[in-house]
């Protein structure tokens, strides 16, 4: 059965179509919905692509995360266009989480402790 060291198998990322099997229906409404999200519009497909990278760090999904390296380098992205995406998930997530500190700074105020 392979290496059970972990539960992220890179093999794995090739099966993704087939999340058709147990729910045929629902499947092809998420691709064509996929599938029309990541055509070409307002935003170019490497800009979607690097946009996509950088939620895949976000939401830390391996998958994607290869995913969306392997895409946005066929799409013409750099490797230093690459990794500012990354930088502006990683700026996004210390201030999302900072920004919930004024949540406690309320609740102390509110305590007057």
């Known amino acids: 059965m392979g290496d ?7 093999e794995d990322l090739k099966k993704f179509g087939n999340i058709s099997e147990f729910q ?3 499947a092809k409404k998420f691709f064509d919905y996929y599938g029309a999200v990541f055509a070409e519009g307002a935003l170019t497909a490497r800009e979607k ?21 392997t895409e946005s380098l066929e799409k013409g992205a750099t490797e230093e266009q690459m990794m500012e995406a990354v930088h502006v998930a ?4 210390g201030g999302s989480s900072l920004v919930h500190g004024v949540q406690m700074m309320n609740k102390v105020k ?4």
């Open 49 to 69: 692509c690097l946009i996509a990278l950088a939620v895949a760090h976000t939401v830390q999904c391996p998958y994607c995360i290869d995913a969306y390296s």
């Open 90 to 93: 990683a700026a996004i997530r």
């Open 4 to 10: 059970h060291s972990s539960y992220y198998h890179p």
């Open 24 to 26: 045929p229906d629902l």
């Open 110 to 113: 509110e305590l007057g402790m």
